[in-house]
């Protein structure tokens, strides 16, 4: 397991908080009150390993093929549905969404491979990422790839603790299935639109591993 670069910054003022934190209870607290303060420190040491565990990056062996569309993140499948899409498509589509709560991986990655046609952000709300209208309300970043087999569009949707949304990609570039597209931080959501008709592998609910779970074929 290796740690994103995203993470670098929070975790090094993670650090510093905890060392901060944790030495003024020593001064305030030792002796006479080591039990609070051994409860504190416990308690700084577990938010500080939480925060460096968001921005692990597991080891995996990837799937992959052309007629695969492979799950962009890590988290829980709460959507599938047929929906209009007003922005790129300008019509039906069929919308797969991922709820990544704080505790899976914040990693995304880029379904196919394929040329880089789209790629745009959205100023937005910070709604539950739960919420429906997450998808079209809050800030976003939507990215489109297109190959031999069609068009795929991938939205990254900030949620309520989500306040920043990294994103690699270019118009124009060329990318590989699995390969990284951005990263979300501290909980969020991202949509997958796929045209209509598409053969989709996985069930409402289940848990969805990113570039290893098989979303649908086409």
Known sequence: MTIHKEGT?????AAIIVAVASLIANYFLMPRFGYIYL??????????LFIVSFFRIPQRQFSSGDNKIIAPADGKLVVIEEMVDDEYFKGTRLQLSIFMSPANVHV??????????????????????????????????SV???NNKGKILVKQI???????????????????????????????????????GTDIKVQL??????????????
């Open 108 to 141: 995304n990655r880029y379904p196919i491979s394929g040329k880089v046609i789209y790629n745009q952000y959205h100023k937005g709300k910070y709604l539950v990422a739960w919420n429906p209208k997450s998808s079209t309300e809050n800030e976003r970043q």
């Open 39 to 48: 409860a504190i420190l416990f308690i700084l040491i577990v938010l500080f």
């Open 9 to 13: 910054a929070s975790i090094v003022i």
């Open 144 to 146: 489109v790839i297109q």
């Open 158 to 196: 900030a949620g309520a603790l989500a306040k920043r949304i990294c994103n690699y990609a270019k118009v124009n570039e060329e990318v590989k299935q699995n390969n990284e597209l951005g990263f979300i931080k501290f909980g969020s959501r991202v949509d997958v639109l796929l045209p209509i």
């Open 205 to 218: 609910n289940q848990k969805i591993v990113g570039g290893v779970t098989v979303l649908a074929t086409w």
